[in-house]
């Protein structure tokens, strides 16, 4: 039975420095046109809103309207500073965001107003607490920085899905052309229960933890893969050290060293000495721009 790769600080660090170099490229490149895209689809929403309340002044009284309307809620959550999550709105409301809810409720869709109006951004909208009316500019000014915070926001939220989901596909590709079988997701309380030698499924309960990717290698160890995309070394230690690391810690404990083989596939951003953590806590590391070497350990298993 091959153990598990580990790499050398040497490895680690000149694999990182070519995922910071594949990151660059990346973030220069699409983050502008998916900006575009979603600031041309919500300036007519914030539009709307500032101009249809007549400029905020009648928000509240057309709160049903405007709050259960999809992107109009967007440009609602956005008017605050910061601006405000759902999950937050919900609490801080004791609101339900669903739009047939908030139909039937104008009390509720009041108090989601409410919610936004106590969080303002006077800067951007300091007619509101001067209690007049705006300027051409002072308009104009508030619906582009307002329009360009949601495009700002929703673009890197899109990067970071988009990324983890396109370095999901990849694994998964990767496991067909090596003969692997993609069968259904279910949950895997124990070894018993998990996919046959040569199988492998999506996202799934693994013992007491999700993993991205659950894969039975050929000589019959599991291989619970975590995906992590992360665009600083700041947010590599949450993804890594913080979460794909002590699920590694606790899938051992929970199936034993000789039958589990936990892994993260890695690109972006990662510091050298939390990678190196990592590896150290029983994680496996692997790199979305070198499948090679995770196919090489994978068909290493055969024999």
């Given amino acids: ?30 983050p502008l046109e998916k900006y575009l895209e979603i600031f041309d689809d919500y300036r007519a929403a914030v539009e709307d809103l500032i101009e249809g309340t007549v400029d905020l002044s009648q928000l509240s009284a057309q709160a049903v309207e405007y709050v259960a309307d999809e992107k109009s809620l967007v440009a609602i959550r956005y008017l605050a500073s910061p601006f405000i999550s759902e999950d937050d709105l919900k609490v801080l409301a004791d609101a339900s965001l669903a739009p047939s809810v908030l139909r039937k409720d104008p009390v509720m869709a009041g108090r989601i107003v409410e919610a936004v109006m106590t969080a303002l951004d006077r800067r951007r909208f300091p007619w ?9 500019g002072e308009r104009e000014s508030a619906i582009l ?6 495009a700002t926001s ?20 990767r496991l067909r052309a090596e003969g692997f079988t993609e069968v259904p997701t279910r949950p895997i309380p124990n070894s018993a229960s998990a996919p046959e030698p040569g199988e492998f499924c999506a996202e799934t309960m693994f013992g007491t933890r999700k993993a991205d990717v659950v894969i039975r290698l050929w000589d019959g160890r599991t291989m619970p893969l975590e995906c992590k995309v992360s665009n600083s070394s700041t947010n590599s230690v949450k993804r890594l050290n913080n979460d794909a690391a002590v699920k ?7 199936f034993g060293v000789n039958n589990v083989v936990p892994a993260a596939m890695l690109s972006g951003v990662f510091k050298v000495h939390n990678l190196v953590s990592a590896q150290a806590d029983g994680l496996t590391l692997f790199w979305a721009h070198d499948l090679d070497a995770f196919v090489e350990f994978i068909d290493s298993t055969m024999s």
């Avoid at 790499?7 to 594949?22: G, H, K």
């Avoid at 929703?154 to 590709?173: G, I, L, Y």
């Avoid at 590694?248 to 929970?254: L, P, S, T």
């Fill in 128 to 136: 509101v607490g001067e209690d007049r009316e705006p300027t051409e």
């Fill in 145 to 150: 920085s307002t329009t360009s915070i949601i």
């Fill in 154 to 173: 929703r673009a890197q939220t899109a990067r970071r899905s988009t990324s983890k989901d396109e370095q999901e596909e990849a694994v998964k590709a």
């Fill in 248 to 254: 590694a810690k606790i899938w051992i404990h929970e």
């Fill in 1 to 30: 039975m091959p153990s598990r790769p580990t790499w050398t600080e040497d490895q680690l660090r000149a694999s990182s420095r070519q995922a910071i170099e594949i990151f660059r490229e990346e973030r220069l490149i699409e």
